[in-house]
């Protein structure tokens, strides 16, 4: 079964609103990594949090985690057509593998 | 390399037949990753590689998928007597040395589209 599970499972917003995406796991994690894929590509790595961090930047982006409730969320400020794409959080399981959840399809309209 | 490379990025099989896929890791990278995404799903672990050996094989989901890595490079994921169901896009990454424990970057590839008619 997955480890992560993000929600909402679709979002469409206009451009330069806020996309917020959340994820939640079950197991206790070392870290916890976002990643976004566009249609028919590979994923790309946006942004790492580690167990003891719980809030991360970089760019437009915002990572918090809150290790108590087993979830974690990502904010995408003044969202941009180019935004468009599927959102992923992987988390390690047990530090030998990653786990992905089923993803957030994101849609920035212009 | 510049990046991730996977080869082919397309295969058509039959139902039965024998396929090979074939991951590039980025260059001096140890760690490599594949992984199976189905239509409107996340990556689904398959198995983990330390160099050679594979250092987390869990994922596998029975004994048709077997994977190499013999020079600590390149990888392929051998799938044998293939079923409809393994139809999906198998995705190889790699990362530099440490693996999922310190939350290394994965660099992946663009994926090898697999249809299993």
């Known amino acids: 079964s997955q480890q992560g599970e993000e929600d909402p499972q679709a979002l469409s917003i206009q451009e330069g609103e806020n996309a917020t995406m959340n994820c939640s796991y079950k197991?206790?994690?070392?870290?916890l990594q976002w990643y976004r894929q566009n249609s028919g590509r590979g994923l790309v790595h946006l942004i790492l949090?580690?167990?003891?961090?719980r809030e991360k930047h970089s760019g437009r982006l915002r990572v918090t985690l809150d290790t108590s409730k087993k979830s974690s969320s990502l904010l995408i400020t003044a969202s941009r057509a180019a935004d468009t794409a599927s959102y992923f959080c992987a988390t390690d399981h047990g530090g030998q593998n990653f786990v992905f959840g089923p993803g957030t399809r994101l849609s920035v309209l212009p | 390399g510049a990046g991730v490379s996977q080869t082919p990025s397309n295969k058509v099989t039959e139902k039965g037949k024998y396929v090979e896929l074939r991951c590039d890791p980025i260059?001096?990278?140890?760690?490599l990753y594949w992984y199976r995404q189905s239509l409107g799903q996340g990556p689904e672990f398959l198995i983990y590689?330390?160099?050679?050996?594979?250092?987390?094989d869990s994922g596998l989901p029975n004994d048709r998928f077997f994977a190499v890595r013999p020079e600590g490079s390149v990888s392929t994921l051998k799938i044998q007597r293939t079923e409809r169901g393994d139809s999906a896009v198998y995705l190889c990454a790699s990362s530099l040395m440490s693996g999922p424990r310190n939350g290394e970057t994965q660099y992946f590839g663009p994926g090898t589209r697999l249809l299993v008619l």
């Open positions: 590689f330390q160099g050679t050996g594979a250092a987390d």
């Open positions: 197991t206790s994690i070392n870290n």
């Open positions: 949090i580690r167990s003891n961090e």
């Open positions: 260059s001096g990278h140890t760690a």
